[in-house]
């Protein structure tokens, strides 16, 4: 069995995750899977209706780039019912994330939705830098 990517972190009013990667781009590429793993559980089959996207985001720094990206992610979800199944490629630096996703489709028919979550917060974000790699917490508004 292989090492989880991600947990819960405990706290009180919202939903707090925590999330490693072995370098920063697998880091952000986790982060993007835990998201859709506590939005939605869907039966795996043929009908998937995936299609690819490509993002570009800038910010000031790491942390804000990881709200910012998992902002975006959840804006999809939001708008389209849409989450990522995938990272297939993804380009980073201290600034700019470039990747693209490859994004389900929730039907109700296949999946099961897990938690509301109505935002990314900055509240106690954080990535620091381990012996394996790095590790990440943010905290989302359900």
């Given at each position: 069995?292989?090492?989880?990517?991600?947990?819960?972190?405990?706290?009180?009013?919202?939903?707090?995750?925590?999330?490693?990667?072995?370098?920063?781009?697998?880091?952000?590429?986790?982060?993007?899977?835990?998201?859709?793993?506590?939005?939605?559980?869907?039966?795996?089959?043929?009908?998937?209706?995936?299609?690819?996207?490509?993002?570009s985001?800038?910010?000031?720094?790491?942390?804000?780039?990881?709200?910012?990206?998992?902002?975006?992610?959840?804006?999809?979800?939001?708008?389209?019912?849409?989450?990522?199944?995938?990272?297939?490629?993804?380009?980073?630096?201290?600034?700019?994330?470039?990747?693209?996703?490859?994004?389900?489709?929730?039907?109700?028919?296949?999946?099961?939705?897990?938690?509301?979550?109505?935002?990314?917060?900055?509240?106690?974000?954080?990535?620091?830098?381990?012996?394996?790699?790095?590790?990440?917490?943010v905290?989302?508004?359900?």
């Amino acid at each position: 069995m292989s090492k989880p990517y991600y947990g819960l972190l405990d706290h009180t009013a919202d939903l707090g995750i925590w999330v490693e990667g072995r370098d920063l781009p697998d880091l952000f590429v986790n982060a993007a899977l835990a998201l859709s793993e506590l939005l939605v559980e869907c039966r795996s089959d043929d009908s998937c209706r995936c299609l690819d996207r490509h993002l570009s985001i800038e910010e000031a720094d790491l942390e804000t780039l990881l709200v910012g990206w998992l902002r975006e992610l959840l804006y999809i979800w939001s708008i389209e019912g849409r989450y990522a199944t995938c990272v297939s490629s993804i380009d980073l630096t201290e600034f700019r994330l470039t990747a693209t996703i490859e994004l389900g489709y929730y039907d109700v028919m296949r999946c099961e939705l897990l938690h509301d979550i109505k935002a990314v917060t900055y509240h106690q974000v954080e990535i620091n830098r381990t012996e394996n790699g790095y590790r990440a917490q943010v905290i989302f508004d359900v």
